[in-house]
């Protein structure tokens, strides 16, 4: 975590990095949970002097872990209880999925679109960002019969034909940029009783969805994505916003690492860019006693994948955050730039 200071009218930053192999699922605690508050009156908290233990060697690791399974014999018999449970559970929903099943790997047969977006990456980043507003999205979302994320990803269309087309590059009627988008879901079993008690776990499916940036007209654009995610989502009982963040707390960036450690395990071939949407709380949070008045999720880049997008909406904003290779993306302010004209598009076509 680092503390930034001196920015412009005497703001600070703070920015957070988390290894995947910390992320395990919504109910991982992200370093926010701890530092935010929903009150300008910062939590109270115990001073307390630390010192850390030695690093335990290998062989009292070893020596550790057979007494633990010694004092808990029970629990090594539960965890092969458990495995064959989720076998056999697993084995009875195949059915049930495979109508999406079959939709995900009808597009994931077809080859990812030709795309300067999937190249050789360099170890060096260039970073840009977009503010909007919710309220428009929401406009938009209303008068189109939609949801928000049809929405979104209409608005990243847009702004990538544009992007597009500034570069020179061929632009046909049936260009697309194939998208993938994990999206946070649960089965019959998830259902929580209450939100409390609420957990989905690490169930993130990846969905591919081909953005049609060939399209000229914002409104067909639109239809075109909400097909598509319909036809992607509907055997997926994708959780709506205000359940994630019912259930989640402030955990947007673990599930950008989620949406991001998904990414990793496909094929460069499947896909030409991550889009993680993730909502936030619709109320400001403060750091002792300091407004948030901004958040923007960094996403990592995939092999092989010069651009990845993150947005997470959070008191009454919407924030993207471009994360791109630094030799294959020197352009990337001018994509960030053209997600507010392609959203002002959009909203052109409300009455």
Known sequence: ???????????TAVLTKTHQAMVDGITTIDIGQVILDVSPTPRPSAEEYWIPERDPGPAKLVLDAVGEMVARPGELVDNVRAAAGDAAATVGKVVAGVGQLFSVARTAARKAPGSPLNVEISTQRRFAVARTQLEDYRLVRSAHDCTVNDVVLTVVAGALRDWLLSRGEAVSASSAVRALVPLSVRGEADVPSSAADATLGNRVSSFLVDLPVGEPNAVVRLHQVSHAMREH????QSVGADTLVRIGGFAPPTLHALGARAASGFSKRFFNVLVTNVPGPQFPLYAAGARMLEMFPVVPLAKGQAMAIGLTSYDGG?????NADRDAMPDIDVLAGMISESLDELLGTVG
């Open 318 to 322: 919407v924030f993207y955050g471009f």
């Open 233 to 236: 989502t509907a055997n997926g």
């Open 1 to 11: 975590m680092y503390l930034i200071e001196g920015l412009a009218k005497g703001r």
